[in-house]
């Protein structure tokens, strides 16, 4: 199975930066779909930024411009760089990784989030 971390969270003042890091380790042949999502109290996780295994990216509207997420895969990581905070980003973050094993099976795995808060 895979093992993700996630590091980076804390606490900032708005228009503060944040770096989230999310690594995976295990005998993994490849990472397809890498994720961010983020969850407040009595809603619905929902999903911030994404990049395929291609490079390609998506990220919800109201981080677009702010937030920037990529992939190291030499290091099976994904990131998310988060710039302009804002209060309404406060949120615990999880990341979501979709990976390949040698044998072909295809798994989804998530983290165990990592608090953000903005706040001044």
């Known amino acids: 199975q895979v093992q993700l971390v996630e590091s980076g969270g804390g606490l900032v003042q708005p228009g503060g930066s944040l770096r989230l890091s999310c690594a995976a380790s295990g005998s993994i042949f490849n990472i397809n779909y890498m994720g961010w999502y983020r969850q407040v109290p009595g809603k619905q996780r929902e999903l911030v930024a994404g990049?395929?295994?291609?490079?390609?990216?998506n990220y919800e509207d109201s981080v677009k411009g702010r937030f920037t997420i990529s992939r190291d895969n030499a290091k099976n990581t994904v990131y998310l760089q988060m710039n302009s905070l804002k209060p309404e980003d406060t949120a615990v973050y999880y990341c979501n990784v979709d990976v390949t094993y040698y044998s072909g099976i295809r798994e989804k795995y998530w983290g165990q989030g990592t608090q953000v808060t903005v706040s001044s």
């Open positions: 990049i395929t295994s291609g490079g390609i990216t």
